[in-house]
C-alpha cells in the first residue's frame, strides 16, 4: 500500500529563517509526486509535479527536490504570507483500480512569524 | 470556468437525512476526483471519474455513498442517511487528462458538510 509521511507535523520560523520540509515516500512505480499549499477553510492549491530523482522546481522562495525515497520542500527567507498547510501527494502508475489516485500525507503545518 | 467550482460551500443536515455535493470542473478536464478531509486527518481519496465512468469506487467508505458524472462535466456526491462521522469537508478535484497520461490536479473550495 502507497505511503506518504511528512515532518515534522508542525514548523514555527522567524521572518526569513529559512528551512525544509520533508516527504517520505513508499509508492512502486512513482508517476509523479505532488505538493500542494492548503488555506485555512480552502482547497489545496497546486505547488509542483516532480517526476524522477535528481529533478528540481523552484518558484518564488520554494524550492522542490525529489529522490527515490523523498522529496523535500525548501523554504528560503520565507514571510508570514507563506504561513499554510504544505501537503505531498504521490501518484502510482494507472491500470487495475489504481487510476491515478493521489494518496496524500498528514501534512505540515507552517507558521511564520514577523 | 476558471476553476473547479463546488456547491454548497457549507451544509448542515440532520442526521439521517440525505445531502447532495455538486462539483463543477474545469471546462475540458476530463478527470474528476472526489476526496475527503476530516479534522486533522489528511486527504482520503472517495472516487475518481473518466469521463461519466467510475473505473476507481475505492475509497467510498460504505453504499451510503455513491456518485454521478453527467456530460463528462458537473459531478454530484450525493450521502444518503447520514451520520456524524460523516462530517467532513468534502474536496472535488478535474485534472484534463487521466489514467496513462493523468497530469496534476486542481481543486475545489470544498464543501463543509456538518452532521447533527
Known amino acids: 500500500e502507497d505511503q506518504v509521511t511528512q515532518s515534522p507535523e508542525a514548523l514555527r520560523l522567524q521572518e526569513g529563517e529559512s528551512s525544509s520540509l520533508n516527504c517520505s515516500y513508499t509508492v512502486s512505480g512513482l508517476r509523479g509526486l505532488f505538493w500542494y499549499r492548503q488555506d485555512p477553510g480552502k482547497g489545496p492549491e497546486f505547488l509542483f509535479t516532480?517526476?524522477?530523482a535528481g529533478e528540481e522546481k523552484e518558484k518564488e522562495r520554494l524550492k522542490a527536490t525529489l529522490t527515490k525515497k523523498e522529496s523535500f520542500l525548501h523554504i528560503t527567507a520565507p514571510k508570514p504570507e507563506d504561513s499554510a498547510t504544505y501537503l505531498c501527494?504521490?501518484?502510482?502508475?494507472?491500470?487495475?483500480?489504481?487510476?491515478?489516485?493521489?494518496?496524500f500525507g498528514q501534512g505540515t503545518i507552517l507558521t511564520v512569524h514577523p | 470556468g476558471a476553476g473547479v467550482s463546488q456547491s454548497p460551500s457549507n451544509k448542515v443536515t440532520e442526521k439521517g437525512k440525505d445531502v447532495e455535493l455538486r462539483c463543477d470542473p474545469i471546462?475540458?478536464?476530463?478527470?474528476l476526483y472526489w476526496y475527503r478531509q476530516s479534522l486533522g486527518q489528511g486527504l482520503e481519496f472517495l472516487i475518481y471519474?473518466?469521463?461519466?465512468?467510475?473505473?476507481?469506487k475505492s475509497g467510498l467508505p460504505s453504499d451510503r455513498f455513491s456518485a454521478e458524472r453527467t456530460g463528462g462535466s458537473v459531478s454530484t456526491l450525493t450521502i444518503q442517511r447520514t451520520q456524524q462521522e460523516d462530517s467532513a469537508v468534502y474536496l472535488c478535484?478535474?485534472?484534463?487528462?487521466?489514467?496513462?497520461?493523468?497530469?496534476?490536479?486542481?481543486f475545489g473550495q470544498g464543501t463543509r458538510l456538518t452532521v447533527v
Open positions: 471546462s475540458g478536464h476530463t478527470a
Open positions: 501527494a504521490v501518484r502510482r502508475p494507472s491500470g487495475g483500480t489504481s487510476y491515478g489516485k493521489l494518496t
Open positions: 478535484a478535474s485534472s484534463l487528462r487521466g489514467g496513462i497520461m493523468n497530469t496534476e490536479a486542481f
Open positions: 471519474f473518466q469521463g461519466n465512468s467510475a473505473p476507481d
Open positions: 516532480l517526476y524522477s
